[in-house]
């Protein structure tokens, strides 16, 4: 029986996350959000993902104040983050303590939905922090990051989500996160989730290849609960399809979800200003709302992409890019069939960088991918290529365990390292996730120096630096854009 289709509005994250490196300001959504918390969204997603790493790194804002006012401001709505799993916001794996404070410290200061994920959909890298948002109240929204692979097909994603449910979710999301699900196996993988698990199903896809709309409606028509989009100032392209799109779609249909067009048009309206705004400051580049159907074959997120671009240019090597493409589903393969998803999406991709690069495959093997095929990320979905593997670790032991059980707890070294900068717990678990960045703006808010006008945004989410003599590529993970 069809039923109203609820939407989760993404324009204070992943929108701007995807398509402008994630520079939108909190003066730039108060305006509008009496006006958000009044459409009737199933949920507003505004923290999490490359937000964390970005107010602190490039706006000079607490990303935990950020979150205070956002509640303050949208008391009706649920607020929503994602997470990765024991990775929280960074790109390594936490203690166990320190994902308990970042969760709960995440709920007490607003956050109700957290979409927890890993992104090598290892299920006991998302236990700590699924635990952790149960006990403190929050509804706990478990993803799997959708792939294609000989490993991956409907049947694995559907004991995935029961195993997920089994674990205590709430609600399953599958995260499209490079716009790869096909608007017909869409229609029927949520079917069968639907047939197999009880839970609402949360569908996030993206408009990378064009495919998002349809994608979306075919969801929707198979029985989808919950969908993402946002709104059209920063829809379509590597974002999320457009939130009037789908409303106007659905209105009057069996499926309508009841929103007012009237209400989102006024929002849009504010947030076309935004979005010129960062036109002009260079952090929004128009080729992000380019359809690029190369992701079907390639499965590189867009976020992914504009990385792989950059690296190749301070390489001076603008024309292997298409060798660098070709290249990555090879290493993907060796490497066990990793999701792309933040941060094996880097990985993959610096390795085939480095390959192309060094005339010579794997003759350069950087610690990340070293740690992958290791174990330390969890356990790889496919077969890896021990070749590629004893070359890259030797003789080294693969962890087979669940990473984070190497981890002593850790919570109060980083509290004593914070020392007088941190002013309170939440300072503490800004200085554990990033910290020489979380150090810079912490010792500036404590120590306000006269307000600058800001800089223009840096378009160059990694920095890459090539040495001459061994024609090496190191990638710094400063920004995420590919989850």
Known sequence: MAKKVMITDTILRDAHQSQAATRMRIEDMLPACELLDSVGYWSLECWGGATFDSCMRFLGEDPWERLRKLRKAMPNTKLQMLLRGQNLLGYKHYAD????????????????????????????????????IKKNGGICEAAFSYTTSPVHNEAYFVELAKTLVQMGADTICIKDMANLLLPYDAYSLVKALKENVDVPIHLHTHNTTGIGDMTNLMAIQAGVDIV??????????????????????????????????GKLAEAAAHFRGVAAKLKEQGSLDPKVLNVDTNTLLYQVPGGM?????????????????????????????DFGYPPLVTPTSQIVG????????????YKM??????????????????VVNEDVRRKAIGDAEVITCRPADQLEPELEKYRAEAGDLAKCDEDVLSYALFPQVASKFLAERNNPKPKE????????????????DQGAVREFYVQDLSC
Not at 368 to 381: A, F, I, T
Not at 454 to 462: F, G, L, M, Q, S
């Open 97 to 132: 303590d320190v994902v308990d404070a970042f969760v709960g410290k995440s709920i007490e200061n607003g956050i109700d939905v957290i979409r927890v994920f890993d992104a090598l959909n290892d299920p006991r890298n998302m236990e700590q922090a699924m635990k952790a």
């Open 453 to 468: 006008e800001p800089k223009a945004a840096v378009k160059t989410e990694v920095k890459t630096e090539v040495k001459a």
């Open 228 to 261: 993402d989009c946002a709104l059209s100032p920063m829809a379509n392209g590597t974002s999320q399809p457009a939130t009037e799109s789908l409303v106007a779609t659905l209105q009057g249909s069996e499926y309508d979800t009841g929103l007012d067009l």
């Open 350 to 361: 610096t390795q085939a960088v480095m390959n192309v690069l060094a005339g010579e495959r």
């Open 365 to 382: 093997v950087p610690k990340e991918s070293k740690g992958l095929l290791r174990g330390e990320y969890g356990k790889l979905p496919g």
């Open 305 to 333: 992409l504009s990385n792989l671009i950059s690296q190749l240019k301070q390489a001076n090597a603008s024309d292997k890019y298409y060798d660098v493409l070709a290249e990555i589903p090879k290493v993907r393969e």
